[in-house]
Each structure stands twice: as C-alpha cells, then as structure tokens.
C-alpha cells in the first residue's frame, strides 16, 4: 500500500537564495525602527518640537502608508525586483539625511523617506514569501523571517540606548547605511523572480486621490486639538477635504481596470475582518512601542539604555510566539484559536498598562509590555497567513500590500491620536500638579515633557517642577491605553469573525493552479511525436493527455452552467468542491510534469484521488450517475428509469464499440491538445 504522508516541504537552492535576500532586506529595515525607540525622547528634547513628538514616528508611516498598496500594484504589473532594490536604495538614503539633521523637521522630512523605504520593504518581503512558498509550510518560513525581526527587536532596544548613552543617537541611523549596502549588493546578485510583463493602465488619479485623502485626514488627526482647536477652520477643511478626496477614490476604484485597491477583494470577509483587525492591532502596538519609552524616560528617570531593557519583553513576546505560533500552524494547520488567545492576551496588557500612575514600579510596566507582546506575536504574522491564503495569486501582491497599508494606517492614525492624547491636555495637568507659589511665575508654555527628557536641563529645575511634570505625564500616558481599550475590542471582535479556512499545500489556489498548468503544459513537447497507439513509446504522452483532460475538467468546474460536473468534483472532494479540485489539479501537475519534484510532491493527491474511486472504478454516488444518465439521454426521463436500456453494441453487432472508443479516445487527445495549445496563445 503506498505511503500518501506528504514528504516534508522544501525550498529549492534558488529560492533558498532569494529567501536569504529578502532576511537581509527585513534586517536593514527592522533594525532602524527597533533602535531608535528608546532614543526618540532624547532626539525629540535635543532638537526640540515636543509638542509634535509624533510626527517623528508619523511621518514614516504616512508615507509608508501611503505608498503601500501603490507598490503592490506596481509590482503585480512589472515584477518585485525592481521595486525591492529601489527600496533599500531610498532606506539607506533616509538613514543618511536622518543621521546629519540639523532640526526637528529636518528629522521629520528624513524620518518620512526613510518611511517611504519601508513602504517598499515590508509588504514586498511578505510577498515575495507568499510567490515561493505554499501557504501551509508558510507560517515556518514566516517564523525564520520573525527571528530576523527578533533579533533586531531584541538586540535594537539595547543596543540604541547603549549607543545614545555612549556615541549620541546620530550613530543609531549610521550604523543602518553599511548593512543596507551589503543588502543591495546580495539582493541586486540572487533576487531574481519569474515574472511577465503585462501591458497595464497605471490608475494615477486613484493614486492622487489617495495620498492626497489619507495625508489630510492624517494632518487633520495630527493637528486636531494641538497646533489648532478641533473647531478651527483648517481641522475643518482637512477633515472634509479628505473624506471627499477619499470618496471619489473609492469611486474611481470601482471604475478603472487597474485599481490600486481592487475594491472586489473586500467582498471576501476573510479579507475584510483580517484588514479590521490588523488596523486595530497596528495602532495598539505602536502606542506601545512609542509611548512606553517615553514614560520610562520621563516618569520612573531611567536612561535610554534602561528604557531599552523595559520594552524587552514586548519585542520578546512578539518575535518567540510568533515563531511559535508559525510552527504549530504548519504542523496542525489550525490559526484561529491561536489569534484568539492572541486578541484576550493584548486587552489585558494594555489594561495592566492603564492602570499606570506616577507611582508605578518598573515590574508593572514590563508586566503589561510582555502581555502586549504575546498577544502581537500570536497575531501579527497570522493576519498576513489568513489574507494571502483567501486570495488568488494574482492578488497576492496587491492583497498583501493591502493588509500592509491598512497596518500603517492603523500605526499611523494611532500614533497622531495618541500624540494628541499626550499633548492636549499635558499643559493643564503639569501646571494643575504645581505649587500655587510656582504657578504664578512659570507662566504656560514654559515647560513641557521635555523638561525631564534631557538630562541637560533636569538637573536646572526645581524639584516640586520634575515631579508635576511627571505626574502629569504619566496620567497622559495612562489615558493613551485607556483609549486603546475600544481598539482592543475591535481587535478581538474581528478576530472572531473570520471564517476559518484550509490552509492550502501549493502556492496557488485551485483555480490559478488550473490557468498555470493549462499555459505550461502546452510548452512541454515531450514525446508528442509517437501518437498514442503502440506499446511503450507512447504511454507518457497518454499520462500527459490523461493530465490534460483532469485539468480542463476541472477547469470547467469552476463555471456556473455546470452544476453536474461541480457535484461530481464535491463528490471527489467528500463533499468539499475546493478539495475536489486540489486534487484533480495536483494529480494533473504530477501526470504532466517532467520534474521528479514537482511528480513527488503531487504523488500523494493522485493517491488520495485514486482511493475515492471504488473497484468497480466508480467514483460518483449512484444518484448522480442517474442524473447524468438523464442529461445525456434523448428519450423522456420515465423510459430510462422504468427499464435497463440494451446497448447499441448488443443491437448493432457489426459496429466495433472498442474501436469506436479508439478513435473517440484519439479525437479527444486531439481536442485537449488544441485546448492546450489555445491556452498558451
């Protein structure tokens, strides 16, 4: 009896290559986010601009935001290669103009190209994944490229505060530029994609509507209630101007060829609730990343080294579940119940980080990271698997780029909302802290959280000044994760609602496998030459018409004007279309195939479809073999069921039925054949 244990998934010698390339680029872009972190207060204080502190962060994931889903669209059309090495190019340059800058919005404008960079990096990375490896084995390879992640996010933290403490922070965007060099260097020698350029319609006013929607909405969040009352006529005309910039994108979207966004895409709820809850997840997790260090460094007085250490477990929880989480989704090929856990966890982080005041230990703080941490890391990775395994390969890049614009959407709108959160109110609170006799001579204005941000003017003030400063920021920071609690709910409420779905073992769903295995089949001569009769010359050209005729019928399964063939897949699949057509494709891909490795990895579903057919080679329940029976008939339905029919061969005895099958058998090699050949041209 033949063994149908699928043998264990493995890459080939150059998508082992191109793997390691897209580990160098997600090192070259990690790295530089996790290592400022806990430097951010200290660059913000020295330059000055606190009361735009989120703007630092901001305005990388505006861009970011921004030009991601334009990129995977890009690259659907014109291949990832291209795209991929640009993006390092425009990181590093980032990384150059944001180590010399001489002010606060010289650090904003290089902070957003280098945000642009990883509006490039991260979601063609996941991409480029989801174009080489089957979504089943993906969440193994997803953790590898989590331990890159981790890495950076374990080791960044530690080593950014060491190098502030030690060099300046200047030193945390240079030590970026020479390992994104050696990244261009290996990427431009071993990334080399299939890919066929397709003439294409660039949708241009949906990407001007776009970015000029997102950005005022953006600025609007950003602004609101800080720089200008939420009442004031430019919140006002950002806020409409935006929506309605936004509208008449959505309306070009559903217009255009070539949508940036296929807008389609959404009428999946898979697709739907997994970019919902990425969007809320995302603006949790940043507010995390970004705010805690701030009360590290303003409210318990560590340095950035120490600040550091606090947000180790976050970065810890986040890269070893999630490396854990991949594995046991590739070993039981189960996700949901894994997010779920994921979704409570984070609730309850960030419950524990609400609760904080300016009397909190460190123990509380790492308490309610390391929380946030394991809920990020059973879900961050799982939202990208759940989308790219409902979508069809000729979505992945756009769908992809897609959940990644919704996560920088969701990062960003966070961080300006919680910026506002900290600013808004963080005057009043100080000077409501202070002494009467203080109040009267420190008029508003005077100080801020950056007052205990640099060590260079703490140690000039009073203490009774530090101690309101800091009560009052750390009652800001609190109300921050108070307002993440709805965020978290969404989160979990989205979560649930995603339909749980089988995790394919091939690259492409059931239906592109078919398109793919018609185009290439046609390009394979082989042996076409010795026809079809005679012993042995010609039986693997019979396999591969064999193959041909499973992957045209499954083919026409898919149509909607046959619902008797769709049964009879269902049948094959034990009642699960999807699976009836796994099978007949990969049976089909194995028949037709001159790889041993393509044939190997098929072996098994040809033998699971080859047991689904009983002795008598009945494959079809004995109802539907009626209804077929009745279909094909010309007589009324009574007379073929009152009676078993005579054949025509015990009729008409001078006609060679075995002969009339040959030739019925040969013409119809002859009609998959053209099928095949029309499929190619």
Not at 594 to 606: F, S
Request: with cysteine; hydrophobic share 50%.
């Amino acid at each position: 009896m033949t063994d149908t244990t699928p043998e264990p998934f493995r890459l080939t010698p150059q998508s082992r290559r191109i793997f390691t390339g897209l580990l160098l680029g997600m090192l070259v872009a990690s790295v530089s986010q996790t290592i400022v972190g806990p430097a951010m207060p200290r660059i913000v204080a020295e330059l000055g601009g606190m009361e735009h502190y989120s703007w630092v962060a901001t305005a990388a994931m505006l861009v970011s935001a921004i030009s991601v889903p334009i990129v995977g669209k890009l690259s659907d059309l014109f291949g990832r290669r291209p795209f991929y090495l640009g993006g390092l190019a425009i990181f590093v340059l980032g990384s150059i103009l944001a180590g010399t800058a001489q002010s606060f919005w010289w650090l904003v404008a290089a902070r957003a190209v280098q945000g642009l960079g990883m509006g490039i990096l991260m979601p063609l990375s996941q991409t480029i994944v989801g174009d080489i490896i089957p979504p089943r084995q993906r969440g193994k390879y997803q953790g590898y490229m989590g331990v890159v992640f981790g890495v950076t996010s374990v080791a960044g933290p530690l080593l950014g505060g060491l190098i502030t403490d030690a060099l300046g922070w200047r030193w945390l965007f240079f030590i970026a530029i020479p390992v994104g060099l050696v990244a261009i260097v290996v990427i431009a020698r071993f990334l080399v994609l299939p890919h066929e350029r397709r003439k294409a319609v660039i949708d241009y006013w949906g990407i001007a509507t776009m970015s000029a929607g997102i950005t005022a909405v953006l600025l609007a969040a950003s602004l609101g209630g800080t720089s200008y009352p939420w009442g004031s006529p430019l919140i006002i005309a950002l806020l409409v101007g935006g929506v309605l910039l936004l509208a008449v994108f959505v309306l070009i979207e559903l217009r255009v060829p070539e949508p940036v966004v296929p807008l389609q895409l959404f009428r999946s709820s898979i697709f739907t609730f997994a970019n919902l809850g990425a969007f809320g997840m995302s603006m949790v997790m940043f507010g995390s990343i970004i705010y805690v260090p701030v009360y590290a460094q303003g409210v318990l007085a560590v340095n950035a080294s120490t600040s550091g250490l606090i947000t180790l477990p976050l970065m810890l929880g986040l890269v070893f579940v999630g490396m854990g989480a991949g594995l046991l989704i590739t070993r039981f090929g189960r996700y949901k119940e894994i997010m779920l856990v994921g979704a409570v966890l984070l609730g309850v982080g960030v419950l524990v980080l609400a609760r904080l005041s300016a009397h909190s230990s460190v123990w509380e703080v790492v308490a309610g990271v390391g929380l946030i941490g394991v809920g990020l890391g059973a879900l961050s990775q799982q939202y990208t698997l759940v989308v790219q395994n409902a979508v069809a390969r000729r979505d992945l890049g756009v769908a992809t780029a897609a959940l990644q614009f919704f996560r920088n959407v969701g990062a960003t709108i966070g961080t300006a909302i919680f910026g506002t959160v900290l600013s808004a109110g963080l005057d009043a609170a100080i000077f409501a802290n202070l002494p009467p006799e203080l109040v009267q001579s420190m008029p508003h204005g005077t100080i801020n959280a950056g007052s205990v941000l640099d060590p260079s003017v703490i140690g000039a003030l009073p203490v009774e000044v530090v101690a309101a400063v800091r009560i009052a920021l750390a009652q800001q920071i609190s109300m921050i994760f108070v307002v993440c609690l709805p965020i978290v709910a969404l989160v979990l409420v989205c979560t649930l609602l995603i339909k749980p779905m089988e995790l394919r073992d091939t690259v492409n769903t059931p239906e592109d496998a078919g398109r793919e295995l018609l185009d290439t089949m046609a390009q394979q001569s082989g042996d076409v030459a010795p026809v079809l009769s005679g012993p042995g010359s010609g039986e693997r050209t019979r396999e591969r018409l064999l193959g041909l005729q499973l992957a045209i019928v499954a083919e026409s399964a898919n149509r909607d004007d046959r619902p008797l063939l769709k049964r009879a897949v269902s049948e094959l699949g034990s009642g699960d279309f999807s699976r009836g057509l796994t099978l007949l494709y990969c049976t089909a891909e194995m028949l037709t195939s001159d790889d041993p490795e393509v044939a190997e990895a098929g072996e098994r579903y040809a033998c699971e479809l080859t047991s689904r057919i009983n002795a008598g080679g009945v494959s079809m329940s004995e109802e539907l073999r009626r209804q077929i029976a009745l279909a094909a008939a010309q007589s009324p339905r009574r007379e073929i069921l009152a009676e078993v029919e005579q054949p025509v061969a015990a009729r008409h005895e001078a006609v060679d039925m075995a002969k009339l099958r040959s030739a019925a058998g040969e013409l119809m090699a002859a009609l998959v054949a053209d099928i095949a050949v029309e499929r190619r041209g």
